[in-house]
């Protein structure tokens, strides 16, 4: 059965539907007003016909060489030409309708299979780690060039009724298929690179060439199919629409001339990108199916679109890759941008409109030919090559520098030629539009460092292409419409002569952007970038800061004045950096939305127009030598307005303003001391760690600000103001916060009234000054400690002061002998006042504070000892001289020491002399007589900081000392299977001490405390007689010693702390291993170090170390005086044991230099204690088992002698511990056994020496057999 196709009007959706009914018993009619338009779109969905199969990639070309050492290449070498890409095959036509159920609707053609992709041109050379030294050409390989696409299939046509027949009802309709579309164009491949690697070093000879390949030709696109015809014997008949024709494939980007990582490249010849390769031709638009035969109504389909023409490929780059360093001294050029397609192709063929039929019956005018398709576009061009493309590089330029020019557009097509038919023809198609010209290549991208001397240009931009023709309308009974003349391609733009971000460009030579539209020099992008103009400097271009939500900064640094042929624009949120000192001058300014410029040093910035968009200036200037300073200038009126912002550095927002004057041609800043309206203000905020100079005068001033009288200063924040001018200011100088440094003599003679408040510092700068009333709260400075000037000796301060705060008079170190002068009264009100001194004798170097008014009230005064040595004083040293004092008007403020000498601060004797102050190590409490008669031999006080040291050596030295008893007790027992008297092998004792002595300068008095901690055990033991014994064994220790040294005169303490280890060896040997008789050795050998600290009643803690090795030799001989048990069968022995030892100490301290400079050094390392002694014990069994309890107690006397007597050298003055030479030591203790495994002793001891030394030691043991 037939299946007949009626279109229906749908009111809501206000569209044509397509509906199936069966043929018999349906007599509904349609009518349709104006002209019938359809598409397959308005149709039911159509079959296709099979697609053509895509071509097939041409293989890569391989590289001529891969090196694995360095060369030096003398030959012309060209690289292998990629394949060829094969061409697509063509796509099916579509089968025509019919009206068997199967076949009802017409097939769609198959769409074209689109060519395959070039491969990429080889490389002559590529490799790693070596150096290439070319004297001759390399060349890159050729891409191959892109495979054609095939043609799309022909649609189907409509239904074909048999003849007509009565039954058919007036709606009946017929449509054909459309075409298939034409498959792409492939696109051609890659040039291949000349060179490429990675950690080359590439030295590239004068009159040589390294050059890429060039690009691969692309495919030409297929032709788009024809639109299938309407059906025949149908009410209504409809062609297809042409398909769509195809895209010609892009030409291929042409090879780099240098492509790596981490390359060094010398360039005295010449290295050039590969030009692009050129597009493929469109395909040709498919042609409209014509009508068929309709009865009453029939529409010939329009042309489609012809195809657009391939772009022409980028050219290549003549450096490209990353980490790159470039000397480059003669050329470097980027290749041009191919053309788009070959200009015999121009753009794709259009599609000629189909035939309209000839009408059976109905009205003429529903019989309509076809429009003609439009002409396809012509090829755009290629973009010219980026003449260095590099990621994190350097380069250095002498030569010329020049990115690649963009390709030309080509011609579009004409459009396709109306329809024909006898009532209503179509017109000509539109013309095809030209291809736009390609963009002009950059000069250079990402992250360089460049220094230009050279040239560097950007790329011309391509032209753009023709128009097509408009095409002549169809023939009938009267012609159709011309169509019209596309339009031209653009013209592409100009190339950027460098581009990227985080930039670091230096500039005195030419940098220039190429010919065409949006003429730009440099263009960042984003991030950090600065650019430097010297000397010689020529820029042709715009300048373009890119708007970002990102940080893009730019530092615009001119170091001489220069004329820039372009526009600075700066975009929305980017912030622009002027400094140098000079002016630039461009043809035009626009600041967008949100810039914020900062001016340093001054540079300025000067235009013929000038537009912003709320804009803030800032200026970081660390000198103003005018009331104002010119930001920018414009020839005419600036738009826009200006607002001041916080500085970049300083953070001075309250100290100018900006405001633009002088008729809106000048944007500058304003001191704003001398502000307009009430503006003006006098606080000076400075940020921490800055400064800010003022070389005009601050005069009084009519001020308009309620807040502030015109005539007052006030410094705040936590940086300097530096005032350089002497000022005529009448009110008062607060300083809050912060510094305010006065640069000349008399710099605010005029003020009033100078407060210095608690945070604040005023500094004198070495300059004479008028203060008329000072109260100090704060800190002043006699002199600027970052001055690189001398320092003046002596400054006088005319006016009273009253004194809280505190008075630095020798805050230069380096500098001795500063004097300041009050040519006034002194109150103070526990101020205090630093000054230095060298302290030594009498005629020491020194600051000092002269009065020549009244001193009243209490100042604390401090002195610092700069490097003095100490010494004893007669007269004392004078450090203040004053009109007249009180008796209290200076109080010492701390201790004032050096070397081994403690000073003090007293005024001078009865009379004038009492108006002035000295320093004197006498130890009474007296006035200072500056002239004695007779002179008296002076009695200096010393530091106890002096016992603290020479304890602390005396600890360290003999902390680990130990004899064959203290460390090993009563060891001996009966092996229970021999029967042999044996010894134990593992042991530890505990042992403390006090002691108490006195010094040599006969004023301290010190104790100290110690306790020790060691234990040790056998490695080896044997005989080597057979009756003796031997043993060897490891031992280590902790200990730990404090004590307290106390001048008696001057009432000051110190503490010393001493902790510390020890690791070494002993042995011993027994006479007869089988009885306790006999004589016996012992020795041992130790490593001794330790930390030390001194701390002195308020002095800093010294910290310091020793070390060193101790060692010792003993002897003595066991002689049972008698025997004899008891009535219970217990054995009692009396035991003599003469003894002798020799202990060396080889412990030392450290040189060690205190924090007031007093160089300390431990006296007496190296000596000898010697003992010579005797002991006496009683050994009683508790039982009749050899192996049970055993009970020894023991009394003992010792003679000790030691050779060297220890102590401290400071600064050349010894003292040392008295009492130690000779000493006589008494001792009781006893030994247990409790039995084979398990023995405990212990013992009291007390020494006396002379000079009241002595030392009680309590010490406790035990072994342990395994």
């Avoid at 080509?410 to 038919?421: S, V």
């Avoid at 953070?651 to 008729?663: E, F, L, R, V, W």
């Avoid at 495994?1237 to 406790?1260: D, I, P």
């Amino acid at each position: 059965m037939n299946k007949i196709y009626r279109l229906i009007w749908n009111e809501s959706l206000n569209t044509w539907s397509v509906a199936c009914e069966l043929a018999k018993g349906k007599k509904k009619s349609a009518t349709m007003s104006g002209i019938l338009l359809l598409s397959m779109a308005m149709a039911v969905a159509n079959p296709q016909a099979q697609d053509g199969i895509d071509g097939k990639a041409g293989a890569d070309a391989s590289p001529t060489k891969v090196l694995t050492q360095s060369i030096s290449n003398d030959d012309k070498i060209v690289a292998a030409t990629g394949k060829n890409g094969t061409s697509g095959t063509a796509g099916q036509q579509g089968k025509t309708a019919t009206n068997q159920p199967t076949d009802s609707v017409a097939q769609v053609g198959g769409n074209g299979g689109a060519g395959g992709t070039g491969g990429q041109g080889g490389a002559v050379f590529m490799g790693s780690a070596l150096t290439l030294g070319n004297q001759s050409e390399l060349k890159g390989g050729t891409g191959g060039n892109g495979g054609n696409g095939g043609n799309g299939g022909i649609g189907g046509d409509g239904i074909v009724l048999p003849g007509r027949d009565p039954n058919v009802n007036v709606g009946d309709l017929a449509l054909g298929a459309t075409g298939g579309i034409g498959g792409l164009g492939g696109t051609g491949g890659s040039g291949g690179n000349a060179v490429a690697g990675k950690n080359l070093i590439i030295n590239n000879a004068a009159g040589a060439l390294i050059e890429g390949g060039q690009g691969g030709i692309g495919g030409d696109a297929g032709k788009s199919g024809q639109g299938g015809a309407g059906g025949s014997n149908v009410n209504i008949s409809q062609g297809a629409i042409g398909a769509v024709g195809g895209t010609g494939g892009n030409g291929g980007q042409g090879g780099a001339g240098i492509m790596g990582d981490q390359l060094t490249i010398h360039n005295l010849g010449q290295i050039k990108g590969g030009t692009g390769g050129i597009g493929g031709a469109g395909g040709t638009g498919g042609q409209g199916g014509f009508d068929g035969s309709g009865i009453t109504e029939s529409k010939s389909a329009d042309g489609n679109v012809g195809g657009n023409a391939g772009t022409g490929g980028q050219g290549g780059s003549a450096i490209k890759g990353a980490h790159i360093t470039i000397n480059n001294e003669n050329l470097m050029i980027a290749g041009d941008g191919g053309q788009g397609a070959d200009t015999q192709s121009y753009g794709g063929l259009d599609g000629a409109g189909g035939a309209g039929g000839n009408n059976q019956q109905g009205d003429s005018s529903a019989f309509l030919a076809g429009n003609g398709g439009q002409g396809g576009k012509g090829g755009t061009g290629g973009q010219g090559g980026i003449a260095i493309e590099v990621e994190h590089g350097t380069i250095t330029n002498s030569g010329v520098i020049r990115a690649g020019n963009g390709g030309d557009g080509t011609q579009g097509y004409l459009g396709g030629q109306g329809g024909n038919t006898w009532t209503f023809n179509g017109p000509g198609g539109v013309g095809g539009q030209g291809g736009d010209g390609g963009n002009g290549g950059d000069g250079g991208i990402a992250d360089l460092t460049i220094l230009n001397t050279g040239s560097i240009y950007g790329g011309n931009g391509g032209k753009g292409g023709a128009g097509g023709s408009g095409s002549v309308g169809g023939e009938g009974s009267s012609y159709g419409a011309y169509g019209k003349k596309g339009a031209n391609g653009a013209s592409g733009n100009a190339g950027i002569a460098i581009e990227g971000a985080d930039l670091r460009i230096t500039n005195h030579g030419l940098i220039q952007t190429g010919s065409g539209n949006d003429p730009t020099a440099i263009h960042f992008t984003k991030g950090i970038n600065q650019l430097t103009l010297e000397d010689g400097s020529k820029i042709v271009g715009d300048i373009v800061l890119k708007a970002t939500d990102q940080t893009n900064q730019l530092t615009l640094n001119a170091q001489a004045k220069t004329a820039v042929d372009g526009a600075l624009k700066a975009g929305n949120n980017s912030q622009l950096m002027v400094s140098g000192g000079q002016a630039t001058g461009f043809n035009e300014i626009t600041l967008d939305q949100g810039v914020k410029v900062y001016f340093t040093d001054v540079g300025s910035l000067t235009a013929n127009a000038i537009s912003m968009q709320d804009a803030t200036f800032s200026l970081d200037l660390k000198d103003w030598d005018q009331t104002s300073v010119t930001l920018m200038k414009s020839d005419q009126p600036i738009h826009g307005a200006a607002a001041e912002g916080e500085l970049m550095i300083s953070g001075q927002k309250a100290n100018h303003y900006t405001q633009i004057s002088q008729n809106d041609h000048i944007v500058q800043y304003s001191l704003s001391w001398y502000g307009l309206g009430d503006r003006a203000h006098g606080t000076f905020d400075i940020a921490k760690d800055d400064a800010l100079a003022i070389k005009v005068p601050l005069n009084d001033h009519d001020s308009l600000n309620p807040s502030w009288d015109g005539q007052s200063l006030t410094k705040t924040g936590q940086g300097n103001l530096v005032l350089m001018a002497q000022n005529g200011y009448t009110g008062k100088t607060t300083i809050n916060d912060g510094q305010l440094s006065l640069a000349v003599h008399d710099a605010i003679a005029s003020s009033q009234h100078i407060l210095v408040d608690e945070k604040g510092v005023l500094n004198l700068s070495g300059n004479d000054q008028t203060l008329l009333a000072l109260d100090n709260r704060g800190t002043i400075l006699l002199n600027d400690d970052s001055a690189q000037k001398a320092l003046a000796q002596k400054v006088t301060v005319t006016g009273d002061i009253e004194h809280s705060g505190h008075l630095i008079i020798g805050n230069m170190q380096s500098v001795l002998g500063q004097t300041y002068t009050q040519q006034g009264n002194w109150h103070g009100n526990n101020g205090l006042v630093t000054l230095g001194v060298k302290v030594g004798g009498d005629d020491s170097p020194k600051d000092q504070l002269i009065i020549t008014g009244n001193a009243t009230g209490t100042t604390r005064v401090a002195v610092l000892n700069r490097g003095g040595q100490g010494a004893q004083t007669v007269e004392g040293i004078e450090i203040i001289q004053t009109g007249h004092s009180d008796a209290n008007a200076f109080v010492q403020e701390g201790r004032i020491v050096a070397g081994s000498y403690e000073y003090y601060l007293k005024p001078g004797a009865a009379g004038q002399n009492s108006n002035h102050w000295y320093l004197t190590s006498k130890q009474d409490g007296g006035t200072i007589d500056p002239k004695p008669d007779p002179t008296p031999v002076p009695k200096p006080t010393y530091r106890p900081e002096g016992g603290s040291y020479a304890a602390n050596l005396a600890a360290a030295g003999s902390l680990f000392n130990t004899r064959l008893s203290d460390r090993v007790g009563e060891t001996w027992y009966t092996d229970p299977i021999t029967g042999t008297m044996q010894q134990t092998t593992l042991w530890s004792r505990v042992s403390g001490a006090h002691m108490k002595g006195r010094m040599s300068d006969e004023q301290s008095q010190l104790s100290s405390d110690r306790y020790v901690v060691q234990l040790g055990g056998d490695l080896f033991s044997g005989s080597w007689q057979g009756v003796d014994a031997v043993h060897f064994g490891l031992m280590a220790g902790y200990a730990h010693a404090s004590n307290t040294n106390k001048n008696h005169l001057s009432h000051h303490s110190t503490k010393g702390e001493v902790d510390g280890y020890s690791a070494g060896l002993y042995g011993t040997w027994y006479q007869n291993a089988a009885s306790s008789h006999g004589w016996y050795v012992d020795g041992w050998l130790l490593y001794n170090w330790f930390n030390n600290t001194v701390k002195g009643d308020l002095l800093d803690k010294e910290k310091y170390h020793s070390k060193g090795l101790t060692a010792s030799l003993e002897s003595g001989y066991v002689w049972q005086a008698a025997n004899w048990q008891n009535a219970a069968g217990a054995s009692n022995a009396l035991y003599v044991i003469p003894q002798a030892q020799v202990i060396w100490s080889g412990v030392k301290s450290d040189r060690h230099v205190e924090s007031n400079g007093t160089v300390v050094e431990g006296m007496g390392h190296d000596h000898v204690l010697t003992r010579l002694g005797v002991r006496v014990s009683l050994k009683h069994e508790m039982g009749s088992d050899p192996n049970g309890m055993r009970l020894e107690p023991f009394v003992e006397a010792n003679w000790l002698h030691q050779s060297k007597a220890v102590g401290v050298r400071m600064d050349q003055v010894d003292t040392y511990l008295e009492g130690m030479k000779n000493r006589v030591e008494f001792k009781a203790g006893l030994e247990a056994h409790i039995n084979s495994q398990f023995g405990v002793w212990g013992n009291v001891s007390h020494t006396t020496g002379t000079k009241h030394h002595r030392e009680t030691k309590v010490m406790v043991g035990f072994n342990y057999r395994f």
